[in-house]
């Protein structure tokens, strides 16, 4: 059983277009966390949820809104996709909240996103 | 803002010599955790450092934490293929969580 899975694995969609990214964890965490991955690199939180409330909503556009509809689950949802959202996205989960010991993540296999 | 900074960013070593990354905040954090994510994969944590000076090893990968909780290094010996990938440091205070840019590892063999 894949701990923290996302789909889809890749995802080529055109500019304006809106897509969801699906994720579930069945480790039975409370905390759940979406990055971004860019060309460099460079991992950067977007959002974090703990017990289904949001706790991190870092500087991304508004065309970004995540969706917990329970704590195992933690959806991504792009409107009118742009070229530079191109990226990975990592779904994460831990069991606590940052700060306390239990924040080892476990990241899921990655969402390739090209916008064409 | 707070940042982490992660040196160097590119490491090529000849199989067996060491390599060692580095990680900076500019705060003092309440924790710190490395990944290493292999080519192509997804980040895989390593360890948590909690403690003020602390000092982990996991066969032949050390890590420390420095006194002022604001500076750790992975160190690992004698590098091997399987150690190719990019490390990552994520630094952790109050409700934020930031990553280093990544230390990416060749090894040349």
């Known amino acids: 059983d894949t701990a923290v899975s996302q789909t889809p694995k890749y995802l080529v969609t055109q500019m304006g277009n809106d897509k969801s990214i699906k994720c579930e964890q069945n480790?039975?965490?409370?905390?759940m966390y979406w990055y971004k991955q860019d060309s460099k690199k460079f991992l950067k939180i977007m959002f974090s949820?703990?017990?289904?409330?949001?706790?991190i909503n870092e500087t991304v556009p508004n065309r970004f809104s995540p969706k917990s509809p329970d704590k195992a689950h933690l959806n991504l949802h792009i409107n009118s996709l742009e070229l530079g959202d191109s990226a990975v996205y990592f779904c994460?989960?831990?069991?606590?909240?940052?700060?306390?010991?239990?924040?080892?993540?476990?990241f899921g296999q990655g969402t390739r996103l090209t916008v064409v | 803002g707070q940042q982490v900074m992660q040196i160097p960013q590119y490491q090529h070593v000849q199989e067996g010599e060491d390599f060692t990354t580095y990680c900076n905040s500019s705060?003092?954090?309440?924790?710190i955790q490395w990944y290493k994510q292999r080519p192509g994969g997804h980040p895989v944590f390593l360890i948590q450092?909690?403690?003020?000076?602390e000092v982990k090893k996991q066969k032949r990968l050390t890590f420390q934490f420095g006194e002022a909780k604001k500076n750790s290094s992975l160190h690992i010996t004698a590098t091997q293929t399987t150690d190719v990938g990019t490390y990552f440091c994520?630094?952790?205070?109050?409700?934020?969580?930031?990553f280093g840019k990544g230390t990416r590892l060749h090894i040349l063999p």
């Open positions: 994460a989960s831990s069991q606590d909240w940052t700060g306390g010991l239990n924040t080892e993540a476990f």
């Open positions: 480790l039975g965490h409370d905390t």
């Open positions: 949820y703990n017990n289904k409330e949001l706790i």
């Open positions: 705060t003092t954090l309440s924790n």
């Open positions: 450092l909690v403690k003020s000076g």
């Open positions: 994520a630094g952790h205070r109050d409700d934020k969580i930031i």
